[in-house]
């Protein structure tokens, strides 16, 4: 289980003449999502989804509120260690060490992650075997295609068997075979009682796979609920008008006020 | 069991890091190329070309005329054939020979022009103070070697000629011409012993060597695992790991030293290597040259070796914090560059002779490991100053590696937004215009002026003394202004170019007065512990200022700065680091860099002060001109103490005490502090608000 409390993250900005301002990327959003759920976080480009995903992450702390993870047996997490050792964090910027090949470095992340050696080589050829690495797993990650090296990224978030994962964008710019293994992926996960976080543009996508969606827009939550819900809330018949509805009644709303 | 944990993945971290160093091309071209390739290709070449100048002048004869028509026979013993016969004359030990050519006197200008020949003399009776004498002159051209050396070769037969003109002449009046010829007879012994000449002269060079090439080593891996993890986006994934920030910089701040200790131990291997080669074709070349005892020099090294893993542990660190600011490796290179300065100008130290190697000094990085491996070849040893250097070189890598890992806890430096931060290298078409520099072309335009001052400023300073002072004021603040003006930058806010409330200039004066006390007590103070630095400072002083008037000084050495130097330190500069700083450290940087600028040890902290004040000045106010003004004022006192002492002792005898009483001290501090802080508070920019409204 990940929950978010009230998250709050202020950047300051540097505008002209030299004048510091600040803003909220994130400005108070609260958000769980379950065991064996998959959460879909939506929004336009800068409201703050990466944000919010990077405090979930730990890779960022909040300025305000918390993050609670608790692990597979519903123990509470509270050191930011411990809370890194049980989430698999993929984004965009969460590129491949390329001079490596994917073995060398699942092994490497592996020690790092405390495994032994041994453990580290049964564990890739676990995964080399879920996600089908087999024909390049000894291939420099450099000479990787797109979807290969995105399979690899799965793989370096699978390595440690996290309870929650944080996806952020992960099918952008994949094709639709690479895509697919993701999404298959993401499933598998969840029907094993995972968490998934997961956030994205392609509201296709989202529809078909996410048990709650959170909409967000300029750092808060405007809209949350399942897909149904959500649909039946603002009177559409897909995902992609009920997020275009929903952004559009909140810039007038922003207007009005 | 916790520490156990923290080992095995600093561990891991190294390990990752190490595999990852060692599979890029230009760690290991500069680790291994540098001390396996270039090293000797360059001592090769250089002997190669020395032997090749050496058998090209050997080989050569050298065209020379003598035109003396206008000459008289028997003036002072003048033999013209004899004079011929000496020149041409072959058969003694020279290793080259002049040709005599036949030319008419009038053409051998022209033939020494068209290189017919390489040089002639013209033999003239002239009458001297002493009666009538021939005069002999050699025209050469000094801008072609074989005709330099032809004129070398013809004033060493002249002088043999003279030699015996005059043995001639003192037999003619029948005296024993050896005794009046060589009444004393001169020559010089060196007593150093063979390896202390060898360790002297390793001495000047090997610092530099050594702290360039470590250096060199430690940059390449130092932007790979910062400045590189960023560019290549691996950084998140890193941060994604279960590992503090403090595991994850101590594993790759090991990564980091390894390199350079392994590239430092390869480049001294190869310097050894290369000098013993070299050191054996002198031998067979020059026999009674050197006898040097090679296993003398084994402690020595053996401390050598010691110094440089401790440097190199202190210089992995800093390169490590200078890069972790940048994004991409070409931003790194921007911000390496003035270290780069830094470091090699305090090696440079090794250079000055009978630099004196005091505890102070061996607490200033850099500068005690130049200075220790340059005393240690002439073996020096003195063990509590080697402990000393190890102690505080290891104490500042520590201190870096701190910083280091507070820096990593700034998420503003690890996911700052991607966006082109040199402007410079960008086409100028493609840049927007207004705002303020960027940091990185901040850095980069000051690294340019640094430069230029040293190369450019030095020479036509010593050149032209106080015009040259002029001039590099010119270039000091035509770089920034080419630079903003290329970027498109918006003037008034770049330098700041904002006027200042009647009140501030009262605030500005007073504090500058404050400032100034404090300064003159903080020199007094630091001056007993670098007198020679103070002393060289004034002499050059001195030496810049003779037969200038005082206007012309005061508008110089005052106005110039007050204008050039704020331009590029308190206005372009200080506005690239106050937009992406925080305002305290883009004021304590702007001001360091202020001091550094003067490059004197006693000047960093005056200066540097001065700078700082400057800053928050222009940081309060915005304005430009306050500081200007102070700038002049504050030089102006010393221009006007350097014209008149005597009237300015009468007015300020307080300046001139040798040796003030604490009590003295103590009232001009409180006079002091009292001034800057009435001076700070009268430049509050807070009614401005009102005006808004």
Same mark, same amino acid.
Not at chain 2, 158 to 180: D, F, M, P, T
Not at chain 2, 346 to 364: D, H, Q
């Given at each position: ?11 300051? #900005? ?60 519903? #123990? ?6 411990? !809370? ?14 390329? #001079? ?11 020690? !790092? ?62 094709? !639709?075979?690479?895509?697919?293994? !993701? ?75 | ?42 001592? *090769? ?14 080989? @050569? ?7 003396? @028509? ?20 072959? %058969? ?101 012993? /063979?390896? %202390? ?8 060079? +090997? $610092?530099?060597? *050594? ?101 190199? =542990? ?75 250097? =190890? ?21 503003? +430096? ?35 002026? =640094? ?86 400072? /004034? ?6 200022? %003779? ?7 005061? +508008? ?26 925080? $305002? ?108 808004? /409204?």
């Amino acid at each position: 289980m990940i929950k978010a409390e009230n998250l709050v993250k202020t950047f300051t #900005r540097t505008e002209k003449k030299n004048k510091r301002t600040e803003f909220n990327a994130v400005d108070g959003i609260s958000i769980e999502a379950a065991d064996g759920e998959i959460l879909g976080v939506l929004g336009p480009n800068g409201a703050g989804k990466t944000t919010l995903l990077r405090m979930l992450g730990k890779l960022m702390s909040p300025t305000e509120g918390k993050v609670l993870i608790t692990d597979e047996t519903g #123990r509470e997490l509270t050191k930011e260690i411990e !809370i890194k050792r049980h989430i698999g964090y993929l984004s965009g910027n969460t590129k491949l060490y390329k #001079r490596f090949s994917a073995r060398e470095m699942l092994s490497l992340l592996g020690e !790092i992650y405390g495994m032994t050696p041994q453990e580290a080589e049964g564990r890739i050829e676990e995964i080399v075997r879920i996600l089908d690495l087999g024909a390049f797993v000894d291939n420099r990650i450099e000479r990787l295609s797109t979807g290969q090296s995105q399979r690899v990224s799965i793989a370096r978030c699978l390595l440690h068997s996290p309870q929650v994962y944080i996806f952020d964008e992960p099918t952008l710019g994949l094709d !639709i075979i690479s895509s697919r293994a !993701i999404i298959d992926f993401m499933k598998q996960e969840k029907e094993q009682g995972k968490t998934v976080l997961y956030s994205t543009h392609y509201m296709e996508e989202a529809e078909f796979l996410c048990d709650r969606i959170v909409m967000i827009y300029q750092g808060q939550v405007i809209a949350k609920g399942t897909p149904e819900e959500l649909r039946a809330q603002t009177h559409t018949t897909n995902l992609r008008d009920t997020f275009l509805k929903l952004i559009e009644n909140e810039a007038q709303g922003g207007l009005l006020a | 069991m916790k520490t156990s944990v923290k080992m095995t993945k600093i561990k891991a971290i190294y390990k990752k890091e190490m595999m990852d160093l060692l599979r890029d091309k230009k760690t290991l071209v500069m680790m291994l190329v540098v001390p396996l390739v270039i090293y000797p290709l360059i001592m *090769m070449g250089s002997l190669l070309m020395g032997s090749a100048i050496a058998g090209s002048l050997q080989s @050569d004869e050298y065209q020379i005329a003598v035109a003396d @028509d206008k000459a008289q026979e028997g003036v002072n013993g003048y033999d013209a054939a004899a004079l011929r016969a000496l020149l041409g004359d072959t %058969e003694d030990s020279l290793e080259y020979h002049l040709k005599l050519e036949d030319i008419p006197e009038k053409s051998c200008k022209d033939a020494l022009a068209a290189e017919e020949i390489d040089a002639y003399i013209v033999v003239e009776a002239k009458d001297t103070e002493e009666g009538r004498k021939n005069v002999f002159t050699i025209y050469y051209l000094s801008s072609k070697t074989t005709s330099s050396t032809a004129a070398t070769m013809i004033e060493e037969k002249l002088e043999r000629y003279k030699e015996q003109v005059s043995r001639q002449l003192l037999s003619e009046l029948g005296l024993a011409s050896e005794l009046l010829l060589k009444p004393v007879e001169i020559s010089r012994s060196d007593s150093s012993a /063979n390896e %202390e000449r060898v360790g002297s002269m390793l001495g000047m060079i +090997l $610092p530099f060597l *050594m702290i360039s090439s470590i250096l060199l080593g430690a940059f390449y891996p130092a932007v790979d695992t910062t400045a590189g993890e960023k560019e290549r986006g691996t950084l998140e994934t890193l941060l994604t790991l279960p590992v503090g920030n403090d595991e994850l910089i101590i594993g790759k701040f090991f990564a980091v030293s390894t390199v350079a200790v392994a590239s430092a131990v390869l480049n001294l291997v190869s310097m050894l290597f290369m000098s013993m080669y070299f050191y054996a074709v002198v031998q067979t070349d020059d026999a009674q040259a050197l006898q040097v005892e090679l296993a003398n020099f084994v402690p020595a090294l053996l401390i050598v070796v010691l110094c440089t893993v401790a440097f190199a =542990l202190f210089i992995s660190a800093v390169t490590m914090c200078v890069t972790t600011f940048a994004k991409s490796f070409k931003e790194a290179n921007n911000y390496a560059t003035p270290l780069m300065l830094v470091v090699m100008f305090a090696s440079f130290v090794a250079f000055v002779p009978n630099m004196e190697f005091t505890g102070l000094l061996a607490a200033v990085p850099i500068v005690n490991i130049s200075l220790l491996i340059s005393d240690i070849l002439v073996f020096e040893y003195n063990f509590s100053i080697i402990m000393i250097v =190890l102690v505080t070189n290891m104490v500042y890598a520590a201190l870096a590696i701190v910083l280091l890992i507070r820096l990593y806890n700034s998420e503003e +430096l690890m996911f700052g937004e991607e966006g082109t931060s040199i402007q410079i290298f960008t086409g100028r078409g493609a840049l927007k215009k207004g705002g303020v520099p960027t940091l990185s072309d901040a850095v980069l335009v000051l690294a340019a002026s =640094l430069l230029l001052l040293l190369y450019v400023g030095s020479v036509v300073q010593a050149r032209f003394l106080l015009w040259g002072l002029l001039m590099t004021q010119l270039l000091i603040i035509g770089v920034p202004l080419l630079a903003s003006w290329y970027t498109k930058k918006e003037l008034r806010e770049t330098f700041s170019l904002h006027a200042p409330k009647p009140v501030w200039v009262l605030g500005a004066v007073l504090s500058e007065m404050g400032c100034y006390l404090l300064i003159i007590l903080l020199s007094s103070l630091l001056g007993s512990l670098f007198e020679q630095d103070i002393q060289a400072v /004034n002499d050059t002083m001195d030496y810049i200022l %003779e037969g200038a008037g005082f206007v012309q000084a005061l +508008l110089i050495i005052a106005l110039a700065p007050a204008v050039c130097e704020e331009a590029l330190f308190r206005g372009y500069f200080f506005s690239a680091a106050r937009k992406r700083l925080r $305002p305290a450290a883009a004021i304590i940087i702007s001001g360091a860099v202020f001091g550094i600028y003067h490059l004197s040890l006693v000047k960093f902290f005056t200066t540097g002060l001065l700078g700082v004040l400057f800053c928050y000045v222009v940081y309060r106010t915005g304005s430009i001109f306050l500081t200007a003004l102070m700038h002049f004022l504050n030089n102006a006192v010393a221009v006007f103490v350097l014209f008149y002492p005597e009237k300015m002792e009468r007015l300020f005898p307080f300046l001139f005490h040798e040796n003030p009483s604490t009590a003295e001290v103590c009232a001009l501090v409180a006079v002091g502090v009292l001034c800057l802080g009435a001076g700070l508070w009268l430049l509050n920019p807070k009614p401005r608000a009102k005006q808004i /409204n």
